[in-house]
């Protein structure tokens, strides 16, 4: 039986995954850093998929000193592994407070490479395995509005392609999720425009559907590749300009 572990299962998206992976037969590894939600979701997941073997570990990314005590109280190697914890933060408290500004990067890009990488260590030394990492169109230009999450998700978008490369070889798949607008819990309150906005089980299952594929890069929805190409076109002098 495969195993997928989801780091961040009791965001929107992670349970919409967790659901996914479970009902195509996948045993399910929850970690979050809420201990009360993450209990939650592991007995209903259990009762909706009673096939499965699901089990939870609390998990604060930004605890990097348990990170390798984590990994090695697995009672066994998951056969793949998702990174869907996030944290959108206050750009205009980011600006003022450095803390707010270390939790955005520490949550979006460091803790998780902190993990991915114990991962990745495993993945190789056994020759296969997969990873996502969620990223964000955010981190394709830098906008005023949202710099310090885009600036931690454009590092994580170089990270994943350059552990993509690292691991080709070794027959370990790397899919790097670059989402534009996602109806969830950190959006909400968002005049998000609904022709470019996915609800957390449509980004779910174009994620299966591309990890089962064995593809590299996914935009959810598609049209924001478009998008985000027209973007990083538009010249510097001009887009500093700008309010997008």
Do not use: C
Not at 112 to 139: N, Q, Y
Not at 199 to 227: C, N
């Amino acid at each position: 039986m495969s195993e997928v572990l989801i780091i961040g299962a009791t965001s929107d998206v992670g349970r919409a995954l967790a659901r996914r992976y479970a009902k195509a037969g996948y045993d399910v590894v929850l970690t979050a850093r809420d201990e009360t939600k993450l209990k939650a979701e592991a007995e209903d997941l259990s009762l909706r998929f009673g096939s499965i073997r699901v089990t939870s570990y609390p998990l604060d990314v930004r605890a990097f000193e348990t990170h390798q005590d984590f990994v090695e109280s697995l009672d066994r190697m998951p056969d793949g592994v998702i990174a869907v914890a996030g944290y959108l933060g206050d750009q205009q408290k980011a600006q003022r407070e450095f803390e707010e500004t270390k939790a955005i990067i520490e949550t979006n890009y460091t803790g998780i490479v902190s993990l991915l990488e114990k991962f990745a260590d495993r993945f190789a030394k056994r020759r296969s395995g997969f990873i996502v990492g969620i990223s964000s169109v955010a981190g394709e230009r830098g906008r005023k509005s949202n710099y310090i999450y885009g600036s931690a998700k454009a590092g994580f978008t170089t990270y994943l392609s350059g552990l993509r490369n690292r691991l080709h070889d070794l027959n370990i798949q790397v899919l790097s999720v670059i989402p534009g607008f996602i109806a969830t819990k950190m959006t909400a309150g968002m005049d998000l425009p609904p022709q470019l906005t996915a609800q957390p089980e449509e980004v779910a299952e174009a994620i299966f559907r591309a990890q089962q594929k064995g593809r590299d890069i996914l935009y959810t929805k598609s049209i924001w590749r478009v998008i985000m190409a027209v973007i990083r076109a538009i010249p510097e002098w001009q887009f500093k300009k700008m309010s997008i």
